[in-house]
């Protein structure tokens, strides 16, 4: 299935202050978006959601355009049609996540005796 060449990106500089101190700021950043708008509130969440960034204090969205230009990213798959089946997507629940997870085998154990053989108690010479 071909994509859209009408796909749009928003093109705009941001800065993020986390709660606990400190932040980022990025210049230029391009993300592809659904559509040919988004408010600046949405982009935002879009930000914090993509980069997970934790502990978000106060996002400022700068100098936004929107700009025709195909998406980079691949389209994201249904639930359980996975793109790629060697990652696991940790945003959904653990049950379906245990689901889709091969079982690791047990190791294998090996008894080992507490007490010390006769030879090992009598020192060498």
């Known amino acids: 299935m071909s994509r859209s060449t009408e796909e749009c990106r928003a093109c705009f500089d941001f800065e993020v202050d986390f709660s606990n101190g400190g932040g980022i700021q ?72 245990r689901r889709s997870t091969p079982v690791c085998p047990r190791p294998a154990c090996r008894t080992i005796s507490a007490t010390r053989p006769a030879s090992a108690a009598t020192p060498r010479a």
């Open 26 to 97: 990025g210049q230029g950043f391009r993300l592809d978006i659904d559509g040919d708008d988004i408010d600046d509130a949405a982009l935002a969440d879009y930000i914090v959601r993509d980069m997970r960034l934790l502990m978000v204090g106060a996002v400022r969205i700068l100098n936004k355009s929107i700009i025709r230009e195909r998406h980079k990213r691949q389209p994201q798959a249904a639930p359980g049609n996975a793109v790629r089946p060697d990652l696991i997507d940790l945003a959904t629940s653990c049950t379906a996540a």
